[in-house]
């Protein structure tokens, strides 16, 4: 199993680069009001990249050893991620201002960024 680590963690990078792309390619459309945001591959592709994007992370956990709530670096990796994922919902679904929207939208790029750093040192910072 140890020999399909760097093809599931490239494939983890790649689902991550796509789901970070089309977040803001999303924002992008939504502040514009453009009516692309309305199509059924928009609506759909962002689930699908990122239940596989799950996936990967998952199998990587079980690859390396290491699982949230036992290894704080990915317990706070993970939590990262679900603020990652909150402000990005606020960005691009809450009744507010576009100014309020592109703070919530770049808050959103500050937890991924957060989040890859802690994957990559694999320490936690906060929880450490």
């Not at 502040?31 to 990122?50: E, G, L, T, W």
Request: hydrophobic fraction near 60%; charged fraction near 15%.
């Amino acid at each position: 199993m140890d020999s399909l680590y760097p093809a599931i963690k490239h494939i983890h990078l790649t689902f991550i680069a796509l789901s970070v792309l089309f977040f803001i390619v999303r924002f992008v459309l939504h502040i514009r009001q453009s009516p692309i945001m309305d199509k059924k591959f928009v609506k759909i592709a962002p689930h699908v990249i990122d239940t596989l994007l799950l996936l990967s992370g998952l199998t990587l956990c079980f690859i390396i050893k290491q699982y949230p709530f036992q290894d704080a670096w990915l317990t706070e990796k993970i939590g990262a991620v679900v603020a990652y994922i909150f402000l990005a919902t606020i960005a691009l679904k809450a009744n507010r201002n576009t100014l309020f929207k592109v703070f919530a939208a770049l808050g959103a790029i500050a937890w991924i960024v957060y989040a890859a750093k802690i994957a990559m040192f694999k320490q936690a910072v906060l929880m450490g």
